[in-house]
């Protein structure tokens, strides 16, 4: 298990269009998070995961979209009916609970570059 | 509700120089801090995870430390290449644990050469 991976790295969709995005964690995290970060700014949390159980949702993520990860493994985010203000880079991370003293950082996958015309 | 700043948000310098990353963050009661590196179009490559009870982390020529009390971190890059040409973003996360990371910016750095 090399990292945390996504699928597609880059994606060309109409506006209109439905889109989905694939993350798949490092084996032995049970968190997972997703992440929409748009050019010049940080990262925004989206939501996240802890085994099957989705936990958190942002504010940003409207009715359009919706997050699973079936089975606590690979997750997929889907935005329907997509806008051009969709157009971002779509991170996923994944870290381990209960937290470990010696750290609980994020990895992050290599995102998903979204493009929207 | 957490905000983290990084100044400045862009620097230029020549190769060979030390340089100094600047964070802040509004909500001292964080778990850790954590600075990560993005080349551009790319995902992010974690640096330095500093824990809330530390006052630094070393990686090579990287030095983070970290001032819980006054809400600020540094990024110190000793002896800077162009290699190190990225956006360099800090993120904190809160003490509750289940909160997610909370980005800034990031500060867009480049080495000349």
């Known amino acids: 298990d090399t990292g945390v991976s996504q699928d597609p790295r880059h994606k060309i969709t109409k506006r209109g269009q439905n889109v989905t995005f694939r993350c798949d964690p490092i084996?032995?995290?049970?968190?997972l998070y997703w992440y929409r970060q748009t050019l010049g700014q940080g990262p925004e949390f989206l939501t996240y995961?802890?085994?099957?159980?989705?936990?958190?949702k942002s504010r940003l993520l409207s009715d359009r979209f919706s997050a699973e990860r079936p089975k606590g493994s690979f997750s997929t985010l889907e935005i329907q009916r997509t806008e051009q203000g969709d157009s971002a880079m779509y991170l996923c991370?994944?870290?381990?609970?209960?937290?470990?003293?010696?750290?609980?950082?994020?990895?992050f996958g290599s995102g998903t570059r979204l493009t929207v015309v | 509700k957490q905000e983290v700043t990084q100044i400045p948000a862009a620097l230029s310098v020549p190769e060979g120089e030390n340089l100094v990353l600047n964070c802040s963050f509004t909500?001292?009661?964080?778990?850790?801090l954590q600075w990560f590196r993005q080349d551009p179009g790319k995902g992010l490559t974690s640096l330095l995870l500093?824990?809330?009870?530390?006052r630094e982390q070393t990686s090579g020529r990287l030095n983070a430390s970290l001032d819980k009390s006054s809400g600020r971190s540094t990024l110190y890059i000793a002896a800077s290449q162009p290699g190190d040409s990225a956006t360099y973003l800090c993120?904190?996360?809160?003490?509750?644990?289940?909160?997610?990371?909370?980005f800034g910016k990031g500060t867009r750095l480049s080495v000349i050469a």
């Open positions: 991370a994944s870290s381990v609970v209960p937290l470990v003293p010696r750290g609980d950082g994020y990895t």
């Open positions: 084996s032995e995290h049970n968190r």
């Open positions: 995961f802890q085994n099957e159980a989705q936990l958190e």
């Open positions: 909500d001292s009661a964080i778990y850790n």
């Open positions: 500093i824990q809330s009870s530390q």
């Open positions: 993120a904190v996360r809160s003490y509750s644990g289940n909160t997610p990371l909370v």
